[in-house]
């Protein structure tokens, strides 16, 4: 009795201190009040995640097991409502938004429904797509995009492009990572914490309160996903992930990291990311290699476990074990972008080449993974 009255107390008190630190009541610097955002969505979305799991329940958005997924009883998979509607409350009530960040923030909620939708009734992996597209103008029409081209006709065009290839590779990057307890959510966390710190140390005090707003959301859903004793209460969903990796990439498009040309200003959030990129990258290359991708729709519709958080585990990897590994990578990794702000160029691609040659080991012990699991059948 006693365990359940702490449980329903601890939601009651983080909604109540998510809300009062939500509240625009008093300011501090950009990092004093960036803190005070983070903790405000950490605290709403762990207050609101027994509400979202009631609720899966009652709509059957619930993931059942079988021999593609990793966990062995049935779990609800909407989590990421309640990140979802953390970070727009958060927002809401503590920013001013700029014509960018209308543009992020309505086609987030377009893809965020439309994930659910399909979490709740199964869609086509074309209607999905279709609906990030349909996203993608919405980041057009509000002039979210990269800027590394002459400033006409097909310089815009390129620069379009380049944009809807890294938002959509990004997004689907990381939802394909959403595999293991506790994955996505510390891998979204360490991302936004060290764009944050991007932001901050660009003079970016704006960007770094967004960053730190879907950090705390994040954080607030690892108590009841990365559970390693037990089942986890609840999964992210494809209404998380695609959230979260939709709202991640887009920024990576919307900070100015530098003004000495788009190698420096992009050298850094491509680090950043460059564990969803290196996975998208080798399981394409590898899937195509292997015959079972043959053309784009095979690419979008393609569920395997030849992921990067599977070969660890065909390595003898823990579930958790795992997470702190890939986690561990993107911070090493991250880092050295950090360090990029006042790098010159030979640095730059010092640090490039180093994290070329960190994949390429890492490649090498996926094949290994994968020669394992080989001789295992």
């Not at 900070?255 to 460059?274: C, N, Q, R, V």
């Amino acid at each position: 009795m006693y365990v359940v009255f702490d449980h329903v107390l601890s939601r009651v008190l983080g909604l109540t201190g998510g809300l009062l630190l939500s509240l625009p009541w008093f300011h501090l610097g950009s990092l004093g009040q960036g803190i005070k955002i983070s903790l405000a969505s950490l605290l709403l979305t762990y207050a609101a995640m027994p509400v979202v799991i009631h609720l899966a329940r009652r709509m059957g958005a619930v993931d059942h097991p079988d021999a593609r997924r990793v966990h062995r009883e049935p779990t609800p998979r909407i989590g990421g409502l309640a990140v979802f509607v953390s970070v727009n409350l958060t927002l809401l009530l503590n920013f001013n938004y700029s014509l960018a960040l209308k543009g992020v923030c309505i086609s987030a909620v377009l893809v965020a429904l439309l994930s659910l939708w399909d979490d709740v009734r199964e869609l086509p992996a074309s209607v999905k797509l279709a609906g990030q597209l349909a996203a993608l103008l919405v980041l057009t029409v509000f002039g979210v995009h990269v800027e590394f081209a002459p400033d006409v006709w097909w310089g815009d065009m390129a620069e379009y492009a380049v944009t809807a290839l890294w938002v959509i590779g990004i997004t689907n990057a990381f939802n394909f990572l959403d595999g293991i307890n506790g994955l996505a959510a510390s891998l979204a966390v360490s991302v936004c914490l060290l764009m944050g710190l991007l932001a901050w140390n660009t003079g970016q005090g704006f960007m770094l309160l967004l960053c730190l707003a879907v950090a705390g959301a994040s954080a607030g859903f690892l108590p009841d996903n990365a559970r390693y004793k037990g089942p986890a209460r609840i999964f992210l969903g494809d209404v998380g992930s695609t959230y979260l990796g939709w709202m991640m990439a887009c920024i990576a498009v919307m900070g100015d990291w530098s003004s000495e040309g788009p190698i420096k200003a992009y050298s850094a959030p491509i680090l950043i990311f460059s564990v969803m990129i290196f996975d998208m990258i080798y399981t394409t290359v590898a899937r195509i290699h292997r015959g079972d991708v043959k053309n784009l729709h095979d690419w979008v519709t393609y569920v395997g476990r030849d992921h990067l958080h599977h070969r660890l585990m065909y390595l003898g990897l823990s579930q958790k074990h795992v997470v702190w590994a890939i986690a561990g990578l993107s911070m090493v990794t991250g880092l050295a972008a950090l360090s990029l702000v006042e790098a010159n160029k030979q640095v730059i691609w010092l640090l490039l080449g180093q994290s070329m040659v960190i994949y390429m080991l890492l490649s090498f012990i996926m094949v290994l993974a994968a020669q394992r699991v080989e001789e295992g059948e």
